[in-house]
């Protein structure tokens, strides 16, 4: 068995797809078409179903994946040990979602741009079940997620912080004037809401506590991203529940005002990888990295000092 068919193999049983497999791997459909039929005469038995325009593994083809993957892990171990073992480098794909990329991930980011410029980080903006399942299916090296549970089926994870959430509005809207008495999930019963899309965690929580609360939630003003959300809440469309990192600025200058309501349920930022995959030196450096400054900048920001850059250290 060739390594180069068991990467395309590997690659296929990930994505279902030949057509997408070739793009992926950027062949010619027909060049991994022919790959697969060369592994499968080598092997004696067929690797996939072909039902019509789908594809799905044989009983044989699941049984050779986790070996496949195991010995592409190894493979690439061995070449990171040998070829420039003095610098880290190598290709990570890397699942997350906007509110991280945007507050949380600019000082790892701005570390491996400048300290490790052989490591290239390609992320993939997803929400969490993708990510878990791109992190199964072994399209993704690691993934953040920003979930209430902690531990995820055949994943291992890390906990880098637990991710406050507040829920803020408009100077002039009617709530802002509620004072210092907390406020009761049934007050929120007719209220405004905007948020992102469905399928972004704490919206999803939100959204159930009200409608375990209230009956049913009011309909969510919906905006595509957290930037978006915070214009249409500054400009009084309604009240947003999102993470208190991506509204510390507006906070502060007084643009957008917190509300007396504590959500019941607490969101963990987490790192995650597959259980049991061989991690390459620069994918735990990575991790190491990951868990070192989010924790740094989770404990800058619950002290209330101004965000450093700190990938200096």
Partial sequence: MELRLLVTFEKVASVLSFTQAAAELKYAQSSVTSQIRSLESSLGTELFDRLGSRIRLTEAGERLLPYARQIIELADEARSAVVDAGEPSGAIAVGTMESLTSYRLPPLLELFHHRYPKVQLSLRPTLGDETRHALRQGTYDVGFLMERETEHAGLESEVLAEEPLVLVCAPTHPLAAHGGESLATGDLAAVQLVGTEPGCPYRDLFEAELRVRNGAPPPFMEFGTIEATKRGVAGGLGVALLPRMAVRDELASGVLVALPW???????????????????????????????????????YANQRSPASTWRG
């Fill in 262 to 300: 504590e959500p019941p349920f607490v969101l963990h930022t987490q790192l995650a990888w597959r259980s049991g995959k061989r991690l390459p030196a620069h994918v735990r450096l990575f991790i190491d990295q990951s868990v070192r400054l989010v924790r740094e900048q989770a404990a800058e």
